[in-house]
């Protein structure tokens, strides 16, 4: 049905000048009864709608307030967490905030490598690669600093890609 | 035992004022423009090689880690803490609001949404495209029809997925669901792949032409979490058949499809709760969020107000 089946109440209400205060149920018309057990109270719509947008501010901030708000995209280490060297596997003080280029983030196995961690990481987590041997697989020159991001190599290089340097170091391991 | 309200449907009843709809829409609108925007920016400082991406902001990741979370202490690949803080943030708004994240703030279904809000604006304009809409209403919306049953059976599919994702990432410690994940590819477009989850991407953009939120209705594994959690939800919208014009306007106005006019209460699981229903209502006071509480003694009636 449309809306212009609803018909004005006040005869002194001109139709599709100013809308009617009071709308006329449409003839014939008989809505499905309403059926409840429960005892019901209505929520006021704009208290409802502020108190669901809150709430979810609440509940990060409380995280963030206990140190849980990490998204520094480097992974939460499978292997680091609950290991007692970990560095934080909680996430306490492992990168907290963003873009602080994955320096708390721990590497278990090859496939913890991430594009957003430094060369300097793989090497630490890699004792048996050399930086010499990263910058050779991506095609870059061989004074590339060790702070530089993989995923930077990746943009420079010769094409050579984060998951490829995954598997090669697997092979090297 | 269920109680019926035996009042009599009013001859007339109040109006909404549609500048409060107007309002609360453009509300929403906003929201979904503010998060879509923080994500863009997480987009893009990863393009910069700065930032972090916006893998940390999706809370689906949180509930995939969940159970590796739970039993081992570690988390599976691709989560951070950030994930989890936010999947309490979205059970938390699951009790209290049903789909409300679907709905208000989940930036996913807001490119859907508006996909398919632009998609018939222009049909709108179009008298050709709108004769050819209005013919495939009517097959689509025929009840007990074809779209109508394979409507119903495609949205167990959401289950499935639910399953499928969070079984795969508990028995193998990998997030499976991340290779079909349309989501995920679109965070990724910065490090562009032609992947099995960019094609599923493209599907579900190239449906939301036609299709009020496909993904939403067939194969959301977060929506399906909601939809568990809500069950414990005692706030819905609530309908009061003494108000209701029964014009069907809030049935049109559900991206989910809901018949909200033969419900009492709104507990489908499916219900995004972005209020369309209740803001397209003409009626005042036919429809509104309550909360309900199982006391059957101290029952009063639908439309109670403050
Ligand atoms: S929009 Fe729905 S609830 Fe409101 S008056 Fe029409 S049928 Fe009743």
Same mark, same amino acid.
């Given at each position: ?17 100013? $809308? ?12 499905? $009864? ?92 890699? $004792? ?46 | ?306």
């Amino acid at each position: 049905m449309s809306p212009t089946t609803h018909t004005p109440d006040t005869p002194d209400t001109p139709s599709g000048r100013r $809308p009617p205060s009071m709308l006329r149920r449409p003839a014939g018309r008989r809505p499905v $009864p309403t059926r409840t057990r429960l005892r019901t109270r209505r929520i006021p719509l704009l208290a409802y709608i502020a108190i669901l947008l809150v709430l979810p501010v609440a509940v990060l901030v409380t995280a963030r307030a206990a140190g849980w708000w990490v998204t520094s995209g480097h992974v939460l280490p499978a292997t680091a967490l609950g290991a007692p060297d970990a560095g934080g596997g909680s996430g306490e003080g492992s990168g907290e905030g963003s873009g602080d280029g994955g320096a708390n983030a721990t590497i278990g196995s090859p496939h913890d490598i991430k594009g957003s961690m430094t060369v300097q990481q793989v090497l630490d987590a890699f $004792p048996a690669v050399t930086a010499a041997d990263v910058y050779q697989q991506f095609g870059v020159a061989a004074d590339t600093p060790a702070s530089t991001q993989l995923k930077q190599l990746a943009r420079d290089g010769n094409g050579y890609e984060v998951s490829d340097l995954r598997e090669w170091i697997e092979t090297q391991t | 035992m269920t109680t019926t309200d035996e009042r009599p449907p009013a001859a007339t009843v109040p109006r909404r004022s549609s500048t409060t709809a107007r309002r609360i829409r453009l509300a929403r609108y906003s929201v979904q423009a503010a998060v879509i925007g923080i994500i863009g920016w997480q987009i893009f400082q990863a393009f910069t090689a700065d930032g972090s991406g916006p893998e940390g902001l999706c809370p689906f990741g949180g509930f995939e880690t969940m159970w590796t979370w739970i039993t081992t202490g570690r988390t599976v690949r691709h989560v951070h803490p950030a994930n989890l803080a936010l999947a309490a943030a979205v059970l938390a708004m699951a009790v209290a609001g049903r789909g409300f994240f679907c709905g208000w703030i989940c930036p996913f279904g807001a490119i859907q949404g508006a996909i398919h809000k632009t998609t018939s604006m222009v049909v709108d304009r179009i008298p050709p495209l709108r004769r050819w809409r209005r013919r495939a209403h009517r097959v689509t919306a025929r009840p007990g029809g074809l779209a109508r049953r394979l409507d119903g059976i495609f949205r167990y599919g959401r289950w499935l997925v639910l399953v499928w994702a969070l079984g795969g990432a508990a028995m193998t410690g990998v997030m499976v669901f991340r290779d079909v994940d349309p989501w995920a590819a679109l965070i990724s477009v910065a490090e562009f792949e032609f992947s099995l989850a960019f094609t599923v991407l493209l599907v579900v953009l190239v449906l939301s032409l036609f299709v009020r939120r496909p993904f939403c209705r067939y194969a959301c594994p977060l929506g399906a979490v909601q939809g568990l959690v809500a069950k414990i939800s005692p706030v819905a919208i609530q309908r009061d058949a003494a108000s209701c014009l029964g014009c069907d306007l809030c049935n049109q106005a559900c991206p989910m499809n809901i018949p909200v006019n033969q419900r009492t209460r709104v507990t489908d699981s499916t219900c995004l709760g972005c209020l369309e229903c209740v803001l397209a209502c003409p009626s005042d006071q036919a429809l509104g969020v309550s909360v309900g509480l199982p006391l059957p003694a101290l029952r009063v009636p639908a439309n109670d107000r403050d």
